[in-house]
């Protein structure tokens, strides 16, 4: 398959996974960081941007369903990475927030990811790094209409209705 200038895709992949396979070695990130399922850090990272939230609100944001992420939130509250914090006025209301060693393993994970960042954004221009934004706003986006639609349809997004309990 090609694009209109001539460029062949299956070339195109097969040079970018020769050129960044040394990214999927375990050396290169935190050997931690791989002892967790795309869910769980998911959800780790939900945490680490809104400080906590409830079951149905991580539901909603990693697409699965109340039983998964039960699952989730149990195999991170053994890593002790989160914890359960119930509500004083409704006891059945259940607050999800991360543990302290969990915010300095983000935050170590971060420090990594930035530092690479820093590198690449310092042999760029300032007009590369501007189109590299757009590429990657264009590309993005065709990701994401791409899985909203199953063979031509538009997909039906499942709403959560919240009930609120006196």
Known sequence: MTLENNINLEELFFSCIDKFKFLLFPDQWSSV???YSKNEIL???YLSKYK???MTELSEYIN???NTVTGVIGRLEKKKMIERIRSQQDRRIVQITLTNK????IAEQKDKIQYYFEKICGVLTEEERKSIADIFSKITKVLIEGNNKTNGETQVVKKVKKITIE
């Open 33 to 35: 960081f791989l002892d």
């Open 52 to 54: 906590n939230a409830n």
């Open 64 to 66: 699965a369903p109340l």
């Open 102 to 105: 969990a915010e300095e393993f």
């Open 43 to 45: 959800v780790l990272l």
